[in-house]
């Protein structure tokens, strides 16, 4: 995984990041999966506004950030939430290896949690009633 420096590589970091398939994470924003595919790959030169804000929600990635990645202006940094400005303040140190693999380890961490939710229903739907 990489350190995000394009509007695709964080749309894919966050969908990694959050386990979740190119179809849901599309299905969630209201897009295609061609077109977030397209988006990822960098192959959509300045998204429209409402797409991103749809996928700013969808993978719970600042709408700023997304914005400012694809080349529009971003008003003032005041309209950033606090919770990231926690973030940014707790992590802004980090150097590019720390955050990568601090990336790499949640997408793991989360790929687990989900794997062991799914373990847990399946035994839960097996037993005799």
Do not use: C
């Not at 959050?18 to 999966?33: K, T």
């Not at 790499?104 to 794997?115: G, K």
Request: aromatic content about 6%; glycine content about 4%; proline content about 5%.
């Amino acid at each position: 995984m990489t350190v995000t420096r394009s509007t695709g590589s964080l749309l894919k970091q966050a969908r990694d990041v959050r386990a979740l398939s190119a179809v849901d994470a599309a299905r969630a924003a209201g897009i295609s999966p061609a077109y977030l595919s397209k988006l990822e790959n960098d192959a959509v030169r300045k998204p429209s506004p409402p797409v991103l804000h749809r996928l700013s929600e969808a993978l719970a990635i600042p709408y700023a950030e997304l914005m400012r990645l694809s080349g529009y202006r971003v008003a003032d940094e005041a309209a950033t939430t606090s919770r990231v400005t926690v973030v940014a303040a707790l992590f802004g140190d980090l150097t590019d290896d720390e955050r990568e693999e601090l990336l790499e380890y949640l997408a793991w961490y989360r790929t687990r949690q989900r794997s062991r939710r799914t373990a847990r229903g399946a035994a839960v739907s097996e037993k005799p009633a």
